[in-house]
């Protein structure tokens, strides 16, 4: 298995409290990305990097940022969390080329 | 973005039995990618695609590029194949995937 480690596993949260999740990876790979997964929509992706310091959105990122200070971290952050980011929170990592290696989760409830 | 769409969206199969799983994706593409995510929620990686033909063990999988599909056998089935098999595509390197919404499989003994 890919190391990429997810934490918290899960968490419960009110809604207007800030949140961060955490990927953690001992691949040395590249490229780290953030997905949510909610039925109906399967996996969509939230913000990937590309290198340290280097970001971009994906298709849902509007109220997330990120942030990669080192190769093997990428943290997920929710401003002020709603409701509507109940979801279940999936991190990912990748060379240029070859597969893609998914970390085991993140169950995030907001209420 | 691209549109990825995966047939069937359910299937239930009797044990031994095999399958074909379908996904067309709407442009080109520079990379697919096959999971397996089991009823724990984890996300297997299965095949690395983008194009030919590649096999392991009882699975294997298909990418026609430029007629935009790509196809999941599964054959001898085993109730450990139930899950949601997921079909991922990426126009550009590093960039962005493109999830379809999956096909539940159940296999039943």
């Known amino acids: 298995d890919a190391g990429i480690t997810q934490s918290p596993r899960h968490k419960v949260t009110e809604t207007g409290t800030p949140v961060t999740l955490r990927c953690h990876q001992t691949?040395?790979?590249?490229?780290m990305y953030w997905y949510r997964q909610d039925p109906g929509h399967g996996l969509r992706l939230i913000h990937y990097s590309y290198g340290v310091k280097d970001t971009d959105k994906g298709e849902v990122s509007d109220g997330y940022s990120v942030s990669r200070s080192k190769t093997e971290d990428f943290l997920l952050t929710l401003e002020s969390a709603t409701s509507s980011q109940t979801s279940v929170y999936f991190c990912?990592?990748?060379?240029?080329?070859?597969?893609?290696?998914f970390g085991s989760g993140t169950r995030l409830t907001v209420v | 973005g691209i549109q990825v769409e995966q047939s069937p969206p359910d299937l239930i199969l009797q044990e031994g039995a095999n399958s074909t799983l379908r996904c067309n994706f709407s442009d080109s593409v520079n990379n697919l990618q096959w999971f397996h995510q089991n009823p724990w929620g984890q996300l297997i990686n299965l095949f690395y695609i983008p194009s030919g033909t590649k096999q392991n063990g009882r699975l294997s999988a298909t990418t026609v590029a430029t007629e935009r599909y790509s196809l999941l056998y599964i054959s001898s089935s085993q109730t450990t194949d139930s899950g949601v098999y997921f079909c991922a595509v990426e126009r550009n390197t590093g960039n962005q995937f493109y999830f379809g919404t999956g096909t539940s499989l159940t296999v039943i003994p």
């Open positions: 691949e040395n790979h590249r490229y």
């Open positions: 990912a990592i990748s060379e240029a080329t070859g597969p893609t290696f």
